[in-house]
């Protein structure tokens, strides 16, 4: 089912799931996420990859992601619906990366808040729309690093102490 210009709702849940609440599925997810992807793609103009195949690979946990999978984490936004790991379909991922930490102010505008350092997603990047302290900068982007449970902990922690 298309949701925005160039997406389907299957590209952003699983298949389980798609086959278990088909158009349903959508209420996984974060109302904004579908149309900051769109955002992104528009602005990069490349085709842009969540689930699907991509390099001989099929993708199928790089949206929401419920307890049905394996990849799932009760910490990981992806479980909140709103974040996607995103492959480009035309060239390297660190391409899109380095678009993107040049581009802050933009990519912030159009809803996302946070990127994964890409050392930890060498073949895709992770972007999502956590909630940000009130006094992160508005035009700067939270980059993450590591995507452990005790790495997550820790920055909470921190957060909390600091
Ligand atoms: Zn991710």
Same mark, same amino acid.
């Given at each position: 089912?298309?949701?925005?210009?160039?997406?389907?709702?299957?590209?952003? /849940?699983? %298949?389980?799931?798609?086959?278990?609440?088909?158009?349903?599925?959508?209420?996984?997810?974060?109302?904004?996420? %579908?149309?900051?992807?769109?955002? &992104?793609? *528009?602005?990069?103009?490349? %085709?842009?990859?969540?689930?699907?195949?991509?390099?001989?690979?099929?993708?199928?946990?790089?949206?929401?992601?419920?307890? &049905?999978?394996?990849?799932?984490? @009760?910490?990981?936004?992806?479980?909140?619906?709103?974040?996607?790991?995103?492959?480009?379909? *035309?060239?390297?991922? /660190?391409?899109?990366?380095?678009?993107?930490?040049?581009?802050?102010?933009?990519?912030?505008?159009?809803?996302?808040?946070?990127?994964?350092?890409?050392?930890?997603?060498?073949? @895709?990047?992770?972007?999502?729309?956590?909630?940000?302290?009130?006094?992160?900068?508005? *035009?700067? &982007?939270?980059? /993450?690093?590591?995507?452990?449970?005790?790495?997550?902990?820790?920055?909470?922690?921190?957060?909390?102490?600091?």
């Amino acid at each position: 089912m298309k949701i925005t210009e160039n997406f389907e709702l299957q590209e952003f /849940v699983s %298949p389980q799931i798609y086959k278990k609440f088909r158009h349903k599925s959508i209420i996984f997810l974060d109302s904004r996420l %579908p149309g900051a992807v769109q955002a &992104l793609r *528009d602005k990069v103009n490349m %085709p842009l990859i969540i689930n699907g195949k991509y390099k001989k690979k099929k993708y199928i946990h790089s949206g929401f992601r419920s307890k &049905l999978t394996n990849s799932f984490s @009760w910490y990981s936004q992806h479980r909140f619906g709103r974040a996607v790991d995103i492959k480009v379909k *035309d060239t390297n991922a /660190v391409y899109l990366y380095r678009w993107i930490m040049t581009h802050q102010k933009e990519v912030r505008e159009m809803g996302f808040t946070t990127i994964e350092k890409f050392k930890y997603t060498p073949t @895709w990047v992770h972007l999502d729309m956590r909630m940000l302290p009130a006094d992160h900068p508005k *035009d700067k &982007l939270l980059v /993450v690093s590591g995507r452990s449970k005790k790495s997550f902990l820790n920055r909470l922690k921190s957060l909390f102490n600091g």
